[in-house]
């Protein structure tokens, strides 16, 4: 743990004799006489401090306060403060003339003490479980770890999972800088009742520590260092997921023309015309794929699969770090439209060495019904989609058809996109925002 660092200014307003703590004999003359402002310096202790001074000629006992509040008096030359939360502290001194003597009050000495990692009397303001592992929603115990956190008062928060080995030889500073913030909400959350945290993507067999760090309202700051989880082995991959490893040229039957009209609005156009282009799927986890290339406004982005009871490969609508892959549909009226609520795209079967795909459909709330036709990876922004390919853009519809070119048993875990499946039920149709060109 760091020592606890003070750092210290004085503010004198005069300089005179040292003396013992001992109160010598008043002077010959009969005139008022102020005493000598008392000299102060500071000593740390493991709570706190304590200023000291030297003893006031003449002087009968001091008078301090701190902060400017309520004033004490000490025979003492000195005064301490212990258990004292992080902050910048005043401490003023002044001697006190004897009842009835020839001399008046002294001065205000002062001094400013700031306390870096002191003790804060309320400590429970903010506080950090230690990780633990949990299979609750479907979560791995592999891949995941949980922690609780409670507090009040929070203002802000950051927070990360490291390795254990990794964390050990870190300083204070840097570990902060390793930590992501949280938003608002769940901050308000953390005041109202606590919060649960789960951190997806650590890897198997591997000790974790979590740091986090708080801001407290009134400005004091809080790290913690939990004690360390170690993740499960990860499971054995099952032969008929890891089959569809490889690489694989692609045959789209259509294509779905996105394009901006005389007038600015985007328009959604099925074009009889094949493309053809080349995916990669390789490891994601255990129990999921990722497939690269299939996105035509960045092939390195990927879109993961699982594989369904059937032995097929279901392409998800995951969300992604720069967005969430989405269909766009044909729908039982003959338009084109953008659906958001759909969990899955295309369904790829192997059926004697031909595979080939078979497209989500559903209902929508409005009564009609849709078939995906094409997907790719857009963001949504209320009931807006946002489309970042430059335009007009032109992707992969209507059958698709893979032809596999190698079974290079690749691992590609990406720690760089976050997956997550989205809640099924009705689809709804989404309305479009301008497009980027």
């Known amino acids: 743990m760091k020592s606890t660092t003070f750092y210290v200014s004085l503010m004198l307003t005069a300089s005179l004799a040292l003396a013992s703590c001992e109160k010598p004999d008043g002077p010959d003359n009969t005139e008022t006489t102020p005493l000598a402002t008392p000299v102060l310096a500071y000593e740390?202790?493991?709570?706190?401090?304590?200023?000291?001074?030297?003893?006031?000629?003449?002087?009968?006992?001091?008078?301090y306060r701190l902060d400017e509040g309520n004033e004490q008096t000490t025979t003492q030359c000195e005064a301490v403060f212990t258990d004292m939360a992080p902050g910048t502290y005043k401490v003023d001194v002044k001697a006190s003339a004897p009842?009835?003597?020839?001399?008046?009050?002294?001065?205000?000495?002062?001094?400013?003490?700031?306390?870096?990692?002191?003790?804060?009397?309320d400590d429970d303001w903010f506080n950090v479980g230690d990780p633990y592992l949990s299979s609750d929603d479907g979560f791995n115990t592999f891949e995941t770890i949980w922690f609780n956190i409670t507090g009040h008062d929070v203002a802000a928060l950051q927070y990360a999972a490291i390795p254990t080995e990794e964390a050990e030889g870190l300083s204070d500073e840097e570990i902060l800088e390793r930590l992501i913030p949280v938003d608002?909400?769940?901050?308000?959350?953390?005041?109202?009742?606590?919060?649960?945290?789960?951190?997806?993507?650590?890897?198997?067999e591997t000790s974790y520590v979590v740091g986090a760090y708080a801001t407290r309202?009134?400005?004091?700051?809080?790290?913690?260092?939990?004690?360390?989880?170690?993740?499960?082995?990860?499971?054995?991959?099952?032969?008929?997921l890891a089959a569809w490893i490889g690489t694989y040229t692609v045959t789209?039957?259509?294509?779905?023309?996105?394009?901006?009209?005389?007038?600015?609005?985007?328009?959604?156009?099925?074009?009889?015309?094949?493309?053809?282009?080349?995916?990669s799927i390789t490891k994601n986890s255990y129990s999921t794929l990722a497939i690269t290339g299939f996105s035509?406004?960045?092939?390195?982005?990927?879109?993961?699969?699982?594989?369904?009871?059937?032995?097929g490969l279901q392409m998800l609508c995951a969300v992604v770090a720069t967005g969430t892959w989405m269909p766009i549909c044909s729908t039982s009226d003959g338009t084109y439209t953008f659906v958001n609520g759909t969990p899955y795209i295309f369904t790829?079967?192997?059926?004697?060495?031909?595979?080939?795909?078979?497209?989500?459909?559903?209902?929508?709330?409005?009564?009609?019904?849709?078939?995906?036709?094409?997907?790719?990876v857009f963001s949504i922004s209320g009931d807006l989609v946002n489309i970042p390919h430059e335009l007009p853009a032109y992707l992969p519809a209507g059958e698709l058809?893979?032809?596999?070119?190698?079974s290079e048993n690749t691992s590609a875990k990406l720690s760089t996109s976050v997956t997550g499946r989205k809640a099924a039920g009705n689809a709804t149709t989404t309305s479009l925002s301008s497009a980027r060109q």
């Not at 959350?189 to 919060?195: D, P, Q, R, W």
């Not at 939990?226 to 082995?233: E, G, H, R, Y």
């Not at 039957?253 to 282009?277: C, H, N, R, W, Y």
């Not at 790829?348 to 997907?375: E, H, K, M, P, W």
Request: charged share 20%.
């Open 184 to 204: 608002e909400y769940s901050v308000a959350t953390l005041n109202e009742e606590g919060i649960t945290i789960n951190i997806l993507f650590v890897e198997p």
């Open 296 to 311: 035509q406004y960045d092939p390195t982005i990927a879109d993961y699969a699982v594989l369904t009871e059937d032995g």
């Open 401 to 406: 058809t893979l032809v596999k070119t190698s």
């Open 348 to 376: 790829f079967y192997n059926n004697d060495g031909v595979i080939t795909s078979q497209a989500c459909s559903g209902d929508l709330q409005d009564g009609r019904t849709y078939t995906v036709y094409a997907a790719d």
């Open 99 to 121: 009842s009835g003597s020839d001399y008046t009050d002294s001065g205000w000495a002062s001094i400013t003490v700031t306390v870096e990692n002191g003790e804060d009397p």
């Open 44 to 63: 740390t202790t493991e709570t706190g401090f304590t200023v000291t001074w030297e003893a006031v000629e003449n002087a009968d006992s001091y008078i």
């Open 217 to 240: 309202t009134d400005g004091v700051t809080k790290l913690v260092v939990t004690n360390s989880v170690t993740t499960d082995p990860e499971p054995e991959m099952d032969p008929a």
């Open 252 to 279: 789209s039957t259509e294509q779905m023309e996105i394009a901006v009209d005389e007038s600015g609005v985007v328009t959604l156009k099925g074009i009889q015309e094949p493309m053809e282009f080349e995916i």
